[in-house]
């Protein structure tokens, strides 16, 4: 077993891991954000353009997202996200559209958290931004964003644990994270049953100190009503 | 407070003389669905006036008060501020708002943020006043309410009659030309009404121009130039105070009235 662990660069698949769920997690926010404004926009085009794209999203397989970013759009389309050149190319294209379709499946995710959480906020603050003058932009900056993200902490902490895990679906594209190494080994190695114990290990100390933070982070945030 | 030109005379000091008009409303209509909440309602308040509108529950005064900064729209009919018909939206509607102060039943204060920062939003962000600045005019609104003391806590540490100043020091400090109220008291402790009818009694001594739905009689008689009663989404009756209480025309008046004096 040990010497199995020292084989096989395990440490640096879950370097993969984090690197993909670091990554992804960020452009998941930032899309995320821009989808929960558009859905409580008061422009009606925005609002159904959201809910379109969280709807189709949310209900389509994460695989088929990274199979299209990686057939359907480096392959077939041949957007390339790295140099084309470098010797590298193939990883790195591979790690970047596993990070653009990790981000945009997630988006769907973070959007409907940050909703739980615009929720949270009670309409009459809305209104009081509004009644001193404030624009639907200034509210939403000053009033409501910053409520919703507190009040959505918990939620967020969920997607992310989600996200994490999910970037096992990365491998099927040829991305070099914790669970294809997994595969590998057990198909490799005789006796390789206790790798996936200590690969299940690896993602619980990956998520449950996430669980944990973000629960304490929600609750010493939390906004007193 | 700085809009008062010196060249302009106050006319509430002149009561014979007829006010100049701050809010018009005109022939203004809307429907929730079937029902009919504002029937052709006619009002016009002038500047410096005090006006109380009193009605049973349902009657529609607080949408014509939320219609007034066009929180909520109507169907037809005109409401003019200052001269100025209510923008649609947008930027123009965001800058007619910062000159009409609303105080709500329900205060309405940003949970997130301090008391002294509830009041520093709107002069930051809408009237482009300095941080200083803007510390400055909230400390002394603060200190005029009498809630400087708390400037640093949030709202859900202060009692409700608190927040209700602390939330008319947020609409003061837009120095507004005009203020709603819509049931500023009734959210609120017993022991508590007073302390914020205190303040709103202040305010229209100094001359604010002022639309108060409230259900408490003594603030009426005090300070209010005149009474709205509305019953059904129309307005029935206009009266000074001493006239509305002491002899009301209408049968939905006298009705009203022997249902709120008798307790
Ligand atoms: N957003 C709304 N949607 C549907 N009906 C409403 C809404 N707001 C108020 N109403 C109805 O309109 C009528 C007038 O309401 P309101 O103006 O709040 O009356 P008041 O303030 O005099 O009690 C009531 O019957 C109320 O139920
Ligand atoms: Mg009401």
């Known amino acids: 077993m040990l010497d199995i662990i020292e084989k096989y660069p395990i440490l640096g698949a879950f370097g993969m891991t984090i690197y993909l769920t670091f990554f992804s997690a960020i452009g998941a926010l930032v899309i995320g954000t821009i989808l929960a404004v558009m859905r409580v926009s008061p422009v009606g085009v925005l609002r159904r353009l959201g809910s379109f794209y969280v709807n189709t999203v949310r209900n389509t397989p994460l695989t088929l997202i990274l199979v299209l970013c990686s057939l359907g759009l480096l392959y077939i389309l041949e957007i390339n996200l790295a140099d084309p050149k470098s010797p590298t190319s193939i990883v790195d294209n ?34 009081a931004a509004r009644s001193i003058g404030l624009t639907f932009g200034q509210s939403l900056r000053e009033v409501i964003l910053p409520q919703a993200f507190r009040g959505a902490i918990a939620p967020l902490g969920s997607v992310l644990i989600a996200l994490t895990k999910n970037t096992t679906v990365a491998s099927i594209i040829g991305v070099s994270e914790a669970s294809g190494l997994m595969k590998e080994i057990i198909e490799n190695e005789t006796g390789g049953l206790p790798v996936f114990f200590v690969f299940a290990l690896g993602f619980v100390i990956l998520t449950l100190p996430v669980g944990v933070f973000f629960t304490s982070l929600s609750r010493r945030l939390a906004v007193k009503r | 407070m700085d809009e008062l030109k010196p060249d302009q005379v106050d006319p509430s000091e002149d009561s014979s003389r007829p ?3 701050m809010v018009v409303i005109e022939g203004v209509n809307k429907h929730f669905g079937d029902l009919h909440v504002l029937r052709d309602i006619n009002l016009t308040v002038g500047k410096g006036e005090v006006v109380v509108i009193l009605g049973p529950s349902g009657s529609g005064k607080s949408t014509l008060c939320r219609a007034i900064n066009r929180l909520e729209t109507v169907e037809s009919g005109t409401i003019a501020v200052d001269g100025n018909p209510l923008p649609e939206e947008g930027k123009p509607l965001a800058q007619l708002r910062a000159d009409v102060g609303m105080v709500f039943q329900s205060f309405n204060l940003f949970a997130h943020k301090t008391i002294r920062d509830n009041v520093t939003l709107g002069p930051i ?31 859900a540490q202060l009692s409700g009659g608190q927040q209700q100043r602390v939330a008319i020091a947020r609409s003061l400090a837009m120095g507004p030309k005009v203020m709603l ?47 709205v009663f509305m019953a059904d989404g129309q307005v029935v009756e206009v009266a000074t105070p001493d006239e509305f209480f002491t002899n009301p025309r209408s049968d939905r008046a006298k009705d009203f009235l022997g249902k709120i004096l008798t307790h």
């Open chain 2, 181 to 227: 109220f819509d049931e500023p008291t009734s959210a609120l402790d017993p022991e508590m009404v007073n302390e914020v009818l205190d303040v709103m009694v202040g305010l229209a001594k100094e001359g604010m121009t002022m639309i108060v739905v409230t259900h408490e009689m003594g603030f009426a008689r005090k300070a209010a130039d005149r009474v």
């Open chain 2, 125 to 155: 962000k809408v009237r482009k006043k300095s941080k200083d600045e803007a510390n400055a005019l909230a400390d002394r609104l603060l200190e005029r309410v009498g809630v400087a003391e708390q400037a640093e806590k949030f709202p």
């Open chain 2, 19 to 21: 006010r100049e008009p």
């Open chain 1, 94 to 127: 591979n790690i970047r559209w596993a990070i653009v379709g990790l981000a945009v499946y997630h988006a769907a995710f973070v959007c409907e958290a940050l909703r739980s959480g615009v929720n949270t906020v009670p309409t009459g603050q809305a209104e």
